[in-house]
């Protein structure tokens, strides 16, 4: 793997953003108004607090460590939708540049978004509504990387889709991730789904994240386990889509689709 | 005789029961520019394609500087280019910004030295710092050649790099890449629907119908097999025999 390569990319998209307006919204302006929308949704539960404990710091917090995970995914398919509507697939491709190069450089354009969107949500949450995400203390750090990991894995994995099934399958950039909001227990325990859904939420990595923040907001229990289980399946997940991304690239190149995605 | 530059053998690519490239084999010799012609769907761009790793031939063999492009994808790409009238660069980046990537993702050394030098060469200083977008048909044509020669590649594939080009750019065109050829020894396969345009730049014509090469050689060499009175009226035979 070339630094140099990888670099090239993320440079590409830097100059991308340095002159767009709509593309600087999407780090700006969506999250923030996500974060008005369920900040006044949390004061006025906070109404309710004797009957939802913690409700602020629940549903605040939650939203915050969603938008990591929902903007990790989204560095690694905008990235790749942004090549495909510049056209730009068969200059890459044909350039010495590696299928793995390419995943790497969307990952790290995964990592300056959600660096950039938690800036502005934090600061928000702290200005707008006092909120303190830090409540969390040092188990925000682990939290944060298996929800980026969480984000990279539906990412590669949409990409890999958008690469085979062409731009009809664009719409999957914006709604996959959302596929896996019912089942990643994000604002209410895993306890609440019906046995057979637990089960499948179980093996979500993100599930794992969200019930430990709960518990480390709870102050019930240290979320250990809960963290070794998001690590492993993240790993695991990430090691099979990189390796259908993989696949799918080939097959691209044997049917010819790489060429022909945006026309 | 030189060793050749790019070697196919018996390239085959079939998309399910269509077969787009039937059995082609050629040679680029270092310094030759070898004329790709043909009627649309004659299999020209899928080559080219398969030459640039895009697409996976579904047999045959494609060696360039004695290197097999399956196995040595990275060593071949770094000293291969193209630029074609169908393909663009990114269109919200400004020209210069374009030739930066490119520069990097060959991994280029001095990089604005040879930016300057290119945009210098094509004569784009005028609009160097425009936005892609922004460019006319004919500095777009410049951009698509500079980001190629950009990274000095030993072979060039040129997918009509003069379509929809005023005739006064377009000679400007064939003379800096008649200069570049002379001066660098540089080898480039050439496809161009314009037949006097085949004439004045290839060395030698394969010419491919249905995807398999049913004539090579010089261009006089192919105008007297076919008894035409020009490669125009060669081209026209074939593409109504198609």
Not at chain 1, 13 to 31: G, N, V
Not at chain 2, 12 to 18: D, I, N, P, S
Not at chain 2, 181 to 208: A, C, K, P, Q, W
Request: with cysteine; net charge neutral.
């Amino acid at each position: 793997m070339k630094i140099h390569r990888i670099y090239a990319l993320v440079a590409r998209h830097l100059y991308l953003y340095r002159r767009s307006l709509p593309r600087m919204m999407e780090i700006f302006y969506w999250p923030f108004l996500d974060l008005v929308i369920w900040g006044f949704i949390t004061v006025y539960l906070m109404k309710f607090q004797g009957q939802i404990p913690g409700a602020v710091t629940f549903f605040l917090g939650a939203l915050i460590l969603w938008d990591v995970l929902f903007r990790a995914q989204q560095g690694i398919t905008i990235s790749f939708l942004e090549e495909i509507w510049a056209r730009n697939l068969m200059n890459l491709f044909a350039s010495p540049l590696k299928p793995s190069e390419f995943l790497a450089a969307t990952m790290v354009m995964s990592v300056l978004k959600v660096s950039a969107v938690s800036v502005v949500m934090v600061a928000c949450a702290g200005l707008f509504y006092s909120y303190n995400i830090f409540v969390i203390g040092m188990w925000l750090v682990p939290f944060i990387l298996n929800l980026v990991m969480t984000g990279w894995i539906i990412g590669v994995l949409t990409t890999a889709l958008i690469m085979r099934f062409g731009q009809e399958a664009e719409v999957l950039a914006w709604s996959m991730v959302f596929m896996f909001q019912p089942i990643s227990c994000v604002f209410y325990p895993m306890e609440v789904l019906p046995g057979w859904l637990q089960a499948i939420a179980w093996v979500n990595p993100a599930a794992h994240v969200f019930e430990g923040m709960r518990a480390v907001l709870n102050a019930s229990a240290e979320p250990i386990a809960h963290l070794a289980w998001a690590t492993g399946l993240n790993l695991l997940f990430l090691g099979i889509v990189i390796a259908a991304f993989h696949w799918t690239f080939e097959l691209c190149r044997e049917r010819g689709l790489l060429v022909r995605i945006g026309e | 005789m030189s060793t050749p530059v790019l070697h196919v053998q018996h390239l085959v690519k079939r998309f399910g029961a269509f077969v787009a490239v039937n059995d082609i084999s050629f040679d680029i010799r270092p310094g030759e520019i070898l004329g790709l012609l043909g009627p649309n769907g004659a299999g020209k761009t899928t080559t080219i394609q398969m030459l640039l790793g895009v697409v996976t031939p579904t047999a045959g063999s494609i060696q360039m500087f004695g290197l097999d492009l399956a196995t040595h994808r990275e060593a071949i790409l770094q000293q291969v280019n193209f630029s074609s009238t169908y393909v663009s660069l990114p269109q919200a980046l400004t020209v210069e910004e374009n030739l930066w990537v490119i520069a990097r993702l060959y991994g280029l050394s001095q990089i604005q030295e040879r930016v300057d030098d290119i945009v210098k060469r094509l004569e784009m200083e005028e609009f160097r710092h425009k936005i892609t977008r922004k460019l006319s048909s004919g500095q777009s044509t410049r951009l698509g050649l500079a980001k190629a020669f950009l990274t000095d590649p030993k072979i060039l594939f040129l997918d009509e790099p003069t379509a929809s080009l005023d005739p006064d750019i377009a000679q400007k065109i064939r003379s800096f890449l008649k200069e570049e050829r002379r001066s660098s020894g540089l080898s480039v396969l050439y496809t161009s629907h314009n037949m006097h345009e085949m004439e004045e730049m290839s060395d030698r014509i394969i010419f491919l119908q249905r995807g398999k090469i049913v004539a090579e050689g010089t261009a006089q060499e192919i105008v007297a097999r076919f008894g035409q009175a020009d490669l125009e009226k060669v081209f026209v035979k074939l593409a109504r025999e198609n």
